[in-house]
């Protein structure tokens, strides 16, 4: 990896501002329903402790707008991680300030100490320098071990990295950029790409991307009914994005210029509503019936789909098939889940339907690497800088 990495530093006895992934459901009673984030966390954090590092973690927790939120701290989120360790973590009531100073400066080697939710502060999200450099007055050494947040220049992201130096990648960070890079620079082939999704717009700049690297790309949920109807093909009440046709035409062309096979739906799942109590039924052509919306691929294109991906040696899945939340319309994302899993390819899927998809197939344990960030992951495989990665020191 390019970037400096939590390895290559001695943090014994150091202050260590590490900026992690916190950002966990809370359920009414401000319980966490899902501690997957804080457990991402924690090799860095073990190997930061273990070296006898000072470590005060940071993170956000939802959207509190830049004002103090109670149903937004990140107080559970303390307690479940000194669950995690078997040791105190001790909780700071701000993230800057006379009194949070005072903490950090009294810390011994091995202690923890988490911050208040930084966006109780609107001057994070601003990346404001003054509220950077007080972030900075904390520590010695920058760990930004958030994949999650490396899309967003915020002052925990981003500015911090300007009045602190080493500024390094922790193990979690370090493993999405090994990944996430396999896939963007010199992947094994075939390389297979998998975009699904509602909207052809949210996915530009990576199917764009994309057809610099990939050999086929196999495209399903909603957005395959734009790219059908810009070929003719009737598609009934299906949703679709009638102001991105000449865009999903150009797509098209693209592919054909570059030699990559962009694979549309040839059979649907259909229904006459998009409801949990709809009848579904099997159209056994591409083009779908005046009455009808198409709401998963159909078992030829689930058949195609999956012998493709059954050659691939690099594997990337964003976006699910259908509507895979409703059990009549699941079986494509399912399968398609499930044929990637059985692959031998390096396996990459982002984005939280997919990941959520991957998770109710059960084979989460058989994919080379599930992204921890949606958005970062999508920004990075098209061709995006993150200022969260572009801002860490260099290796020299």
């Known amino acids: 990896m390019a970037k400096l990495s939590i390895r290559d530093i ?67 989120a303390a307690a479940r991680l000194s669950q995690l360790l078997g040791k105190p973590v001790a909780f700071a009531p701000d993230c800057i300030g006379a009194g949070v100073e005072a903490m950090a400066k009294a810390m011994k080697d091995g202690d923890v100490l988490l911050l208040e939710n930084l966006r109780f502060h609107p001057e994070e999200e601003k990346n404001a320098p003054e509220f950077s450099k007080q972030l900075a007055t904390l520590a010695e050494v920058y760990v930004n071990d958030a994949f999650g947040s490396a899309h967003r220049a915020h002052s925990s992201t981003e500015g911090i990295t300007k009045f602190l130096s080493p500024c390094a990648a922790g193990l979690l960070m370090e493993r999405e950029l090994e990944y996430l890079g396999k896939a ?19 996915k530009i700049e990576l199917l764009q991307n994309l057809l610099k690297f990939a050999n086929s790309i196999l495209i399903g949920g909603a957005m395959a009914y734009t790219f059908l109807k810009a070929q003719g093909v009737a598609v009934g009440l299906s949703r679709t994005e009638d102001d991105k046709l000449e865009l ?39 083009a779908i019936p005046a009455n009808r919306m198409g709401l998963d691929i159909g078992p030829a294109t689930r058949a195609a789909y999956c012998a493709e991906i059954a050659k691939a040696k690099t594997i990337v899945w964003n976006g699910p098939m259908g509507v895979f939340e409703i059990d009549q319309f699941t079986q494509g994302t399912m399968e398609i889940a499930r044929a ?15 990941v959520a998809a991957v998770n109710k197939a059960g084979v989460e344990s058989k994919i080379s ?28």
Do not use: C, W
């Open 369 to 396: 690497h599930i992204s921890t960030g949606g958005g970062a992951s999508l920004e990075f495989l098209s061709g995006l800088t993150l200022p969260g990665v572009a801002a860490l020191t260099e290796k020299r």
């Open 340 to 354: 990637v899993a059985a692959s031998s390819a390096v396996s990459i899927v982002g984005g939280g339907d997919s």
């Open 10 to 76: 001695n943090l014994k006895g150091k202050r260590v501002f590490m900026r992690v992934d916190f950002n966990v459901p809370l359920n009414d009673a401000l319980e966490i329903t899902d501690d997957t984030r804080i457990q991402a966390s924690l090799p860095s954090i073990k190997l930061a402790l273990g070296q006898g590092a000072r470590l005060i973690l940071s993170s956000h927790l939802g959207r509190p707008k830049g004002k103090p939120n109670p149903k937004m701290s990140l107080k559970p």
């Open 248 to 286: 999903a035409k150009e797509l098209l062309a693209a592919a054909q210029k570059a030699g990559v096979a962009l694979r549309l739906p040839s059979d649907h799942v259909v229904a006459d509503k998009l409801d949990a109590s709809a009848a579904a039924e099997t159209v056994d052509a591409a």
């Open 184 to 202: 963007v620079q010199n992947p094994a082939r075939p390389y297979v790409a998998i975009v699904g999704g509602a909207k052809v717009s949210d």
